[in-house]
């Protein structure tokens, strides 16, 4: 077996990141996609030799066209397989704290209307309605770790 034979046969696994970015109420952002019917954090996925950081990076500025100064990884969220999907390979997805925003800078944000029809600031409690369980609980996990000053792993958006 070559090398390259070798890397071909490993695993695959998604990798995404995405941030928590607050408003001066404390309240998180979340963008809906124009793509599927749930809502998402600012954020995507890696690309092929892309770091992380540099794709959250990446993502908020196409998103939201906004350079921000990310930098601390809040939440590493090991996600399994959808029940439905059982082909789509399991994933890592990371969530950085992106700060938070002045009204000025909220105010700021401009969505590429082919891939965000809207985005809104909400509680855990406002955004729940509006994101996939694991996600919410990625989210409530962000913000305490952001308060800690830590990082937490997660397996499905659970400790």
């Known amino acids: 077996m070559t090398t390259g034979d070798f890397f071909a046969s490993l695993p695959r696994k998604l990798v995404g990141a995405g941030a928590l970015i607050t408003d001066d109420s404390g309240r998180f952002l979340v963008v ?83 891939e965000l029809r809207s985005h809104r600031w909400c509680t855990d409690a406002e955004a729940a309605p509006f994101l996939i369980p694991r996600l919410a609980r990625r989210m409530t996990a962000a913000q305490k770790a952001r308060a800690a000053g830590a990082t937490l792993y997660l397996e499905d958006g659970a400790q």
Do not use: H, N
């Open 32 to 114: 809906e996609p124009t793509y599927k019917d749930t809502w998402e954090i600012p954020g995507g996925l890696v690309e092929a030799g892309e770091s992380p950081l540099t794709a959250v990076r990446r993502e908020l500025q196409e998103e939201l066209g906004l350079t921000l100064p990310v930098t601390t990884l809040l939440v590493i969220d090991w996600t399994p397989p959808p029940a439905d999907q059982p082909t789509r390979p399991d994933g890592l997805m990371l969530v950085f704290d992106g700060g938070t925003l002045s009204p000025d800078q909220c105010e700021q944000i401009t969505l590429p209307a082919d």
